[in-house]
């Protein structure tokens, strides 16, 4: 999911900035802590206003890429600016998740907001998600399970997992071209199944690992001005392909969910496809990043509240389909429809990122959880020196 002239490098950010979602991620570190990661853009209120700025347009790309996919069926150029987003929307969002991750380890305060950022809103949310669709899609037997994370949930367990590999991805020799070997293995390997989708994982792990081994410098070569203006051709030129693919490809390669097998082709044109979505991506990403403002905007307080956006959207997200609104209201298929649902939802996943909202959900999206952990025995000779001196 998401500068200026050269500056000496600072410190890397702590593990807790995550960057894409809001505690430890793409999504990322909690709202008011400050984020103290050199970055490629000036700093806004101790807080790198490019990475929020890039957070928070990636979000609304993935509540409008929600919104376009009951229009595709219908619309070949939905189609195609859907194909379009999905390539780089969430690559671009783990990309940032992996740069935040750069100085994890398996200290105590990071393991503990490893738990408290991305498990537990797992935890609530994954159940959260299961009675709403029971209750909103009339599906009382739909089952409560941990290990099968429906709809947007998946981002959590794949960001605990890719956080808890990030010291193993340190000391390799080729940590990039082995996730990229190992995202190729699991896209030809059916017998992966659905737990904990693990497809999803392994196949996005290239955009984590890549985000580890990024420094600000090389966010600032994509903000050279060169950049900005030949990406304008080539997303010009990715929508036309999109738009020649439409009727020609599934947009499940997209998802990066299933195996080629599953998609109904051969292990070979899998693991093309696979390294060619990659490449693809990256460009795209790179274009993305390029048109990201460097500077403090309106929006850049947003930017800490992306994994409010991500997860609550889902609700409405799911919702429109349950309840029949693109079937009950014809004229949302008319371009004018299609206008007014992206608006729609740009305008929804922006209020659900703002303050209010964030002080509302905090105690599911960042809870302090003291009583849950022992307290480090190191803290306590600490504290009675304190009381001492």
């Known amino acids: 999911m998401f500068p200026a002239a050269p500056t000496p490098r600072r410190e890397l950010p702590p593990a807790r900035e995550a960057a894409g979602t809001d505690r430890t991620e793409p999504s990322g570190q909690p709202p008011g802590v400050p984020q103290q990661a050199s ?47 999905y390539t780089f929307h969430m690559p671009a969002f783990i990309i940032i998740s992996g740069y935040f991750s750069r100085s994890f380890d398996m200290r105590r305060d990071r393991l503990q907001r490893l738990i408290t950022g991305v498990v537990v809103p797992y935890v609530l949310f994954e159940t959260a998600y299961a009675f709403f669709k029971r209750w909103a899609d009339d599906d009382p037997g739909h089952p409560i399970s941990l290990l099968d994370p429906w709809f947007l949930t998946w981002f959590l367990v794949a960001l605990f997992i890719w956080r808890l590999t990030t010291p193993l991805w340190k000391i390799v020799r080729w940590p990039l071209p082995l996730a990229v070997l190992i995202a190729v293995l699991a896209s030809v390997s059916p017998d992966i199944g659905d737990d904990l989708d693990l497809q999803r994982v392994l196949q996005f792990l290239p955009f984590f690992v890549l985000g580890l081994l990024l420094r600000p410098e090389h966010f600032r070569l994509v903000q050279r ?3 900005r203006i030949a990406s304008v051709p080539i997303f010009a030129c990715a929508l ?20 080629a097998q599953e998609l109904g082709t051969t292990w070979w044109a899998g693991a093309a496809m696979t390294l060619a979505l990659f490449g693809c991506s990256l460009v795209l990403v790179a274009c993305f990043y390029a048109w990201v403002p460097t500077r403090r905007t309106w929006f850049t307080v947003l930017g800490a509240g992306t994994l409010y956006g991500y997860l609550l959207h889902g609700f409405l997200a799911k919702g429109s389909r349950f309840w029949g609104w693109f079937d009950d209201y014809a004229w949302l298929h008319t371009p004018l429809g299609e206008i007014a649902v992206t608006l729609i939802a740009a305008v929804v996943v922006t209020a659900l990122c703002t ?35």
């Open 39 to 85: 970055g490629p853009a000036p700093k806004a209120g101790g807080r790198d206003a490019f990475f929020d700025n890039a957070k928070y347009l990636a979000i609304v790309l993935v509540a409008m890429g929600h919104s376009w996919e009951p229009l595709t069926d219908g619309s070949r150029a939905a189609e195609a600016l859907y194909m379009t987003v």
């Open 225 to 227: 001005r060169a950049v």
């Open 240 to 259: 036309v392909m999109a738009y020649w693919a439409a009727p020609r490809m599934s947009s499940a390669w997209f998802y990066h969910r299933d195996s």
């Open 355 to 389: 303050p209010p909202v964030r002080r509302v959900f905090r105690f599911a999206m960042e809870p302090t959880m003291a009583w849950a952990f022992r307290k480090d025995p190191a803290e306590v000779p600490r504290s009675r020196e304190g009381a001492a001196a």
